[in-house]
Nanobody, 119 residues
Framework: QVQLVESGGGLVQAGGSLRLSCAASGSFLRINAVGWYRQAPGKQRELVAADSSGGGTKYADSVKGRFTISRDNAKNTVYLQMNSLKPEDTAVYYC?????????????WGQGTQVTVSS
């Protein structure tokens, strides 16, 4: 079982910055890909940023140039640096990790962290 715990959300004014963290724990062999998703009220969950071992990084068009995903493999932690935040970035942010545990693949989600951007 792989657990993901997000932190770093909060309330920030438009134009401000936040850094989200997602720490993975449990008995896994490797993490192949990580991603940050968000879900605003009344909307579907959408991909914000992703990083995979073989596929590099990708970002939603709405966050390109403002958000950066990074990984610290030694700490089993993935980050999302969010700059120049806009009110439309307000959402619950979730991290996802996919990889391998003994004998099978896994895909785990964190519990989510609220990001609220005021105008």
């Amino acid at each position: 079982q792989v657990q993901l715990v997000e932190s770093g959300g909060g309330l920030v004014q438009a134009g401000g910055s936040l850094r989200l963290s997602c720490a993975a724990s449990g008995s896994f062999l490797r993490i192949n890909a990580v991603g940050w998703y968000r879900q605003a009220p009344g909307k579907q969950r959408e991909l914000v940023a992703a990083d995979s071992s073989g596929g590099g990084t990708k970002y939603a068009d709405s966050v390109k140039g403002r958000f950066t995903i990074s990984r610290d493999n030694a700490k089993n932690t993935v980050y999302l640096q969010m700059n120049s935040l806009k009110p439309e970035d307000t959402a619950v942010y979730y991290c996802n990790a996919e990889g391998r545990v003994l004998f099978q693949d896994f895909s785990s989600w964190g519990q989510g962290t609220q990001v609220t951007v005021s105008s």
